[in-house]
């Protein structure tokens, strides 16, 4: 498993520098991007637009915006688990490479409604790897998780890419189906895969509602005066669970770099490197907004 590294300190308003290894040489192509109206999909759009590709979103809107989509991309509203509509959608637009973000991405919801988790994040994304064989879409980029896919990990240990997947969640079982799922497609149908199993994404137009978006839940805390929790504390006063975190636009090159096919029979773990307790991340956001705000349990 490789690593994509180079993500900006939290609290750094400064862009990342384009990758000139991930994205030169990129000719024109046709994307579809799944979830494209979402946080992290639709920075993919921008930077697909920018860098002159022709794009389609698909959103079935139930989270995402249709606010963040940019001007000159065409948003269907279809879901995933239409397969009549998802086949007819792909088939129309004839794309080079699918970029799939769309998910139901609770945690929590996936344990209360495993079945609709299932539907959503197994039986659509089988929906949508069907659609793509039938119009010879040539690559394939699926969003997994770097989180919930290894399970609890033990106090005092970091997860790496040597550990072993142990899901403890059905969306973390239903993940690690389609990546499997994703391995047979390559190996049997030949189609190019690349699994992305995002750390702790955070950036622009990050709700504050999500279970990973800790640094726009503590942000939007600050702004609101209200104190910060703490989780995971094993005693009281120390500095929680501990997280890696990365910037979306360092998911963003890993996914063009997906899209490329650089990324070819691999999972790549996007992610910063260096990892972070609640406690910092919350104390470098009273640092980012000038603020001083208590924390608690």
Same mark, same amino acid.
């Given at each position: 498993?490789?690593? *994509?590294?180079? #993500?900006?300190? +939290?609290?750094?308003?400064?862009?990342?520098?384009?990758?000139?290894?991930?994205? #030169?040489?990129?000719?024109?192509?046709? &994307?579809?991007?799944?979830?494209?109206?979402?946080?992290?999909? #639709?920075?993919? &759009? @921008?930077?697909?637009?920018?860098?002159?590709? @022709?794009?389609?979103? /698909?959103?079935? /809107?139930?989270?995402?915006?249709? #606010?963040?989509?940019?001007?000159?991309?065409?948003?269907?509203? &279809?879901?995933?688990?239409?397969?009549?509509?998802?086949?007819?959608?792909?088939?129309?637009?004839?794309?080079?490479?699918?970029?799939?973000?769309?998910?139901?991405?609770? *945690?929590?919801?996936?344990?209360?409604?495993?079945?609709?988790?299932?539907?959503?994040?197994?039986?659509?994304?089988?929906? +949508? /790897?069907?659609?793509?064989?039938?119009?010879?879409?040539?690559?394939?980029?699926?969003?997994?998780?770097?989180?919930?896919?290894?399970?609890?990990?033990?106090?005092?240990?970091?997860? =790496?890419?040597? =550990?072993?997947?142990?899901?403890?969640?059905?969306?973390?079982?239903?993940?690690?189906?389609?990546?499997?799922?994703?391995?047979?497609?390559?190996?049997?149908?030949?189609?190019?895969?690349?699994?992305?199993?995002?750390?702790?994404?955070?950036?622009?137009?990050?709700?504050?509602?999500?279970?990973?978006? *800790?640094?726009?839940?503590?942000?939007?805390?600050?702004?609101?005066?209200?104190?910060?929790?703490?989780?995971?504390? &094993?005693?009281?006063?120390?500095?929680?669970?501990?997280?890696?975190?990365?910037?979306?636009?360092?998911?963003?090159?890993?996914?063009?770099?997906? *899209?490329?096919?650089?990324?070819?029979?691999?999972?790549? @773990?996007?992610?910063?490197?260096?990892?972070?307790?609640?406690?910092?991340?919350?104390?470098?956001?009273?640092?980012?907004?000038?603020?001083?705000?208590?924390?608690?349990?």
């Amino acid at each position: 498993m490789q690593e *994509v590294r180079g #993500s900006i300190p +939290l609290g750094s308003t400064k862009k990342p520098e384009a990758s000139t290894e991930c994205e #030169s040489g990129l000719s024109h192509m046709k &994307v579809l991007v799944t979830g494209g109206a979402g946080f992290i999909g #639709s920075h993919i &759009v @921008e930077a697909g637009l920018a860098r002159g590709h @022709e794009l389609l979103v /698909l959103d079935n /809107l139930s989270t995402g915006l249709r #606010s963040n989509v940019p001007q000159g991309v065409d948003l269907l509203e &279809v879901d995933l688990r239409d397969a009549k509509a998802t086949l007819e959608a792909v088939h129309k637009f004839q794309p080079d490479a699918i970029c799939h973000q769309a998910a139901q991405a609770s *945690v929590g919801l996936s344990m209360e409604r495993p079945a609709q988790d299932a539907e959503n994040n197994v039986v659509g994304s089988l929906n +949508l /790897l069907e659609a793509a064989l039938a119009s010879h879409v040539k690559t394939f980029v699926f969003a997994s998780t770097g989180g919930a896919i290894y399970g609890e990990i033990p106090t005092g240990t970091r997860a =790496t890419s040597a =550990t072993l997947p142990a899901p403890e969640s059905p969306y973390a079982v239903g993940k690690l189906a389609v990546e499997n799922y994703l391995r047979l497609y390559e190996r049997n149908q030949g189609l190019k895969t690349s699994i992305l199993r995002y750390a702790n994404v955070y950036g622009p137009r990050q709700g504050s509602g999500g279970e990973a978006g *800790v640094v726009s839940v503590f942000l939007n805390r600050e702004l609101n005066g209200q104190p910060l929790p703490i989780f995971a504390q &094993v005693t009281r006063g120390d500095d929680g669970c501990v997280r890696d975190y990365v910037y979306v636009e360092d998911v963003v090159r890993a996914n063009w770099f997906g *899209v490329r096919g650089n990324a070819y029979s691999s999972a790549i @773990e996007p992610r910063n490197g260096s990892w972070n307790e609640h406690a910092e991340i919350g104390g470098r956001g009273v640092r980012a907004i000038g603020a001083s705000r208590e924390t608690s349990v």
